[in-house]
């Protein structure tokens, strides 16, 4: 390799400077001519420095070290190797050493990095030593670079920290010298002290658990003589901990062993966890055998065949078919066929892993007698730790006698359905459209979809003294008893009222009634208005029993018109509650041409919501309504049941619009209106005067 260097020679000669007067000069060139080759080879870099820092000579290797030629690195301060935030301190390092010089390591105690011509570092050993020339003192820095070494210990390192979270140790033994390396981790696993492991076998033995000793000599003498590989599992003498044995044994060609080497790993969690996991296993097979609803453990793994693994023995009676049959045909293959289509669509989707549960599916199964039995389907799906599905675990209930069990109710409900829709038609009062001075339009709505019929009604009649009865009323519960209590119920109101008794002494007189005959054992719970108009006045006095308030709308063109004004709720519990309560009374003020809505709580009532921000939303949309619809009583009507008629509803409802018209006929007192045919049309429009006993008659509430 060609340089621009001085020569060797002139090199050191220039470093250590040589006088030109001394006899010596000549033994000096020899010197340089020996030395220079001899530094030149040496691995390390080897720099000489004067006091000031200067590096007066470098060798060869500084290139390898540094990435400098020699020829770069002379004249230069000392400190173009050193990182830069340790410059400022390494002046008074150089001079400390000069004031003590002597052979020694550089900050034997400090990690010491070197820099690079390209800016690199490097970790390195520094060793100094003085060495005094003719023209002064100087320094010899040997400079290593120790990186391969900082590499090895690293991973040295790494593989004791591997090996102590493997909870791994390892030996080998030369059986030619003798000689042997055993782990710290094998020391500790058990519990030898230094020097102690290299008696031998002996040793070891004396630390293995008895009942494992026969298997393990066993082992050890089969691969002294077949050499290769050998496998054991052993427990400590307390039985505390479990190790696995992996060793390897080479021979020579007559079959002596040359040299063994291996690992000890410590396994007791996974020992521990693969007895739990058995027991864990074992448990659920006994549950799955004996459980009286049949189950089934499904393989959907991908790129498996969607069949049985396991069935129980419940499976097998309820399909009245064996085990082996069940688990070689295809499910589908004992579902009816037409529910074969919604089953597939459900386990096609616990196979994808785009549903991971199926909640009591009742399909029919094909058993061998020909009857079809009814079944619920359930499975849930499990899947390995990555989310893949793997198997479905499925649970079959025979269903059949509930499913009979259910017809038979859904028969007994239709039935009293039947019979509860025609008691509401023959003992809802016949609402008339007019008494008196008072048009009116009725309303009602069964709970459910319309099939369940309940203890809602409505009333308007004429009292003595020209005066109006109005009452809304509601009986808990639904079906035949509901129905038949309202009918009694009713007939009392109306009783009590005609008999001269204000709103209050009906309710008061109500309750009692009541609390003292076999009324109680048919009313649980019943709340009710009783008003009555003066048409003379328009006052109204009034009383509730824990029922809602009345609406009063004025009519359109009216003062106030679009607001909706609730009357309030005055008189005091809910019928059959209090036991000789006081029922209170209030007035109100009717003027001509305003509509009192009375209702039901069903229209306002809807599982979750809040009942007061409904009786709100219910002014508002009061408030909203077009005033043709406003100004007439059937339209109103209409507009205050329509949302309700669109979903299904948990209680029935029950809706009465009254518009006062004082230039009507005063009404005279008739407390039960002649009755005309059954039925007749929603839009035949019959006025009721209850002057003329030949009037015709009334009409029934409009049922949606």
């Avoid at 020679?9 to 470093?15: H, N, R, S």
Wanted: with cysteine.
């Amino acid at each position: 390799m060609m340089r621009n260097d001085p020569s060797p020679p002139e090199q050191l000669t220039d470093a250590i400077g040589t006088p030109a007067a001394s006899p010596q000069a000549g033994l000096g060139e020899v010197l340089n001519s020996v030395l220079t080759p001899v530094l030149d080879s040496v691995l390390d870099a080897v720099l000489l420095l004067d006091v000031d820092g200067s590096i007066t000579f470098a060798n060869s290797s500084v290139e390898r070290v540094f990435g400098y030629l020699p020829s770069e690195l002379v004249g230069r301060s000392v400190d173009v190797l050193v990182p830069a935030e340790h410059r400022a301190a390494h002046e008074g390092h150089r001079n400390g050493y000069l004031g003590d010089p002597a052979p020694r390591p550089m900050g034997p105690e400090l990690s010491l990095e070197g820099v690079r011509q390209d800016g690199s570092r490097f970790p390195a050993q520094i060793s100094l030593a003085p060495l005094t020339t003719p023209e002064g003192r100087r320094v010899t820095a040997v400079v290593r670079d120790v990186t391969a070494v900082h590499e090895l210990a690293d991973s040295r390192r790494h593989l004791a920290m591997s090996h102590d979270v493997a909870r791994l140790a390892s030996w080998e033994h030369d059986d030619v010298t003798g000689k042997g390396y055993w782990s710290p981790a094998f020391h500790r696993m058990f519990g030898f002290t230094p020097g102690e492991v290299d008696r031998g076998l002996e040793a070891i033995r004396q630390r293995v658990h008895a009942d494992d000793l026969p298997a393990l000599d066993a082992e050890y003498r089969r691969v002294l003589g077949e050499g290769g590989r050998t496998f054991a599992v052993i427990r400590t003498a307390d039985a505390a901990r479990t190790y696995a044995v992996r060793g390897s044994v080479e021979l020579d060609g007559r079959g002596r062993v040359v040299r063994s080497i291996g690992t000890v790993q410590d396994i007791t969690d996974v020992t521990q966890l693969q007895r739990a996991l058995d027991s864990a296993t074992s448990r659920f097979r006994a549950t799955f055998d004996r459980s009286p609803i049949g189950m089934a453990l499904i393989d959907v793994r991908p790129g498996h065949p969607v069949r049985r693994l396991m069935v129980n023995q419940a499976l097998v009676d309820l399909l009245d078919l064996p085990a082996e049959r069940l688990l070689a045909e295809p499910l589908p293959d004992r579902i009816h066929p037409d529910d074969r289509a919604a089953f597939q669509r459900q386990l096609d989707a616990l196979a994808c892993g785009t549903s991971d549960t199926v909640q009591a599916l009742e399909v029919r199964i094909l058993c061998p007698h020909g009857r079809p039995a009814w079944a619920a389907f359930s499975a849930t799906l499990v899947r390995d730790a990555t989310g893949v599905p793997e198997y479905v675990v499925a649970h079959v209930q025979d269903i059949t006698d509930r499913r009979k069990a259910e017809k038979v109710m859904r028969d007994v409900a239709a039935r009293d359905a039947r019979i509860a829709s025609v008691l509401q038609d023959d003992l809802v009062p016949l609402v008339s459209q007019r008494v008196g001075p008072i048009l009116v339009a009725s309303r009602y709505l069964p709970a459910g979809n319309g099939e369940l019929v309940g203890g809602d009604w409505t009333d308007v009649f004429a009292l003595p003294g020209g005066r109006i009865g109005i009452v809304v009323g509601d009986v808990a519960g639904h079906g035949v008893q509901a129905a038949a209590t309202m009918s009694r119920l009713r007939v009392v109101v109306r009783m009590l009222a005609t008999s001269g008794l204000d709103p209050a002494g009906v309710l008061r007189r109500i309750n009692d009634a009541v609390h003292e005959t076999d009324l109680t054992a048919d009313i649980d719970l019943a709340t009710l208005v009783h008003a009555q108009l003066d048409p003379a006045t328009g006052v109204l006095r009034y009383s509730s029993a824990g029922h809602l308030p009345m609406i009063i709308l004025p009519a359109p063109g009216q003062r106030g018109a679009g607001i909706a004004v609730p009357v309030p709720s005055v008189g005091g519990p809910p019928i059959g509650v209090v036991p000789g309560f006081a029922y209170l009374e209030d007035a109100a003020e009717l003027a001509p041409g305003n509509r009192l809505i009375c209702y039901t709580d069903g229209l306002i009532e809807r599982p979750g919501d809040d009942l007061d921000e409904s009786f709100l939303l219910l002014l508002h949309r009061l408030g909203e309504l077009a005033p043709d619809v406003a100004a007439d009583v059937e339209k109103l009507a209409d507009a205050v049941l329509s949302p309700s008629r669109h979903h299904a509803r948990r209680d029935d409802i029950a809706v009465m619009v009254l518009s006062f018209e004082p230039t009507l006929p005063r009404p005279t007192a008739d407390p039960e209106p002649a009755r005309g045919p059954r039925r007749r049309p929603v839009d035949q429009e019959r006025w009721i005067d209850l002057d003329s006993r030949d009037a015709g008659a009334p009409r029934r509430p409009g049922r949606a």
